[in-house]
């Protein structure tokens, strides 16, 4: 797994992003896998960014999302669908029928997940993922305990996620115990995955998941085995890392070449 530390939000979104937008400009027909949550949202200004200002084109792309809570329709504005609308997808040409993002409220949860999985497999795959990590070592809804061959399904909410996104509802009341999620095998058959972790609250999750062992107890240890996985750190998530300055001397080593 390779770590590139930034100096702050700012450059890792920029960075993150960057390497999200190569994949674009190399195949214009990618199949782009997003994530929500606070951490890429710079990520994506950064998209909107480069679209707007350079042109980079989204309009052959195809997109699928990590996850969404059960019970909450589109036009809720907790959910998913609203939230990548509201942060991505309405400022690029991303044509509005080549987006997907997990139904939470089909009857048939089941038949739902296996035709998203299959609708990734007719695609040819994922080629980019951007991931966040949840304060407990979760990638997608991928809750310690997960099995690291688990693929999109109805998941049950940890106590410790739902307080993490109380935040963003009225009450904690209001947050879905449940939610539609990728799986982690699913996750790790993306060609390539790029994480974005910042603040001080994910130093912890992230040093579990850089340097310690491939656990289901931390589902994005699994990354360990993705043979290109890059994780785009700001200085206060890095605090925790063992071999901290090992990865500044790769970066370093990198841009002297
Ligand atoms: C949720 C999402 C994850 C995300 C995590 C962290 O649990 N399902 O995909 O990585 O939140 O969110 P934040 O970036 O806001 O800390």
Redesign the pocket.
């Known amino acids: 797994m390779e770590v590139v530390i930034c100096r702050d939000y700012d450059e890792m979104s920029a960075k993150a992003g960057a390497a999200v937008a190569d994949v674009v400009k190399a195949k214009p027909k990618a199949v782009l896998g997003f ?6 949202i710079g990520l994506y200004k950064e998209l909107i960014r480069m679209h707007k200002d350079e042109g980079l084109d989204f309009s052959k792309c195809l997109t699928f999302n ?2 969404e809570y059960c019970g909450l329709s589109g036009d809720h504005p907790q959910s998913y669908w609203y939230f990548m609308h509201e942060n991505l997808f309405n400022h690029i040409n991303v044509p509005k029928g080549k987006v997907n993002v997990p139904s939470g409220t089909e009857a048939d949860h089941a038949a739902f997940c296996r035709a998203y999985e299959e609708k990734i497999a007719k695609a040819g795959g994922i080629d980019v993922q951007v ?5 407990d070592g ?4 991928n809750e310690p305990t997960s099995s690291l061959g688990s693929r999109t399904r109805m998941v049950t909410l940890t106590e410790q ?1 739902i307080d ?2 109380a935040r963003f509802f009225e009450k904690r009341e209001d947050v879905p115990r449940h ?1 539609i ?1 990728m799986g982690v095998g699913t996750v790790m058959e993306a060609k390539k995955c790029v994480m974005v972790v910042n ?1 001080a609250n ?1 130093a912890e999750a992230l040093a579990a998941m850089v340097e310690g062992p491939v656990t289901s107890m931390i589902t994005a240890s699994a990354l360990q085995w993705h043979p290109d996985a890059v994780v785009f750190v700001d200085e206060a998530a890095s605090a925790n890392l063992k071999m901290r300055d090992y990865y500044l001397w790769v970066q370093k080593s990198k841009s002297e070449a």
């Open positions: 994530a929500t949550g606070s951490s890429p990590l996850d991931l966040g990590i949840g304060s979760h990638i997608a809804f996620t993490d996104n939610a999620s603040g994910k």
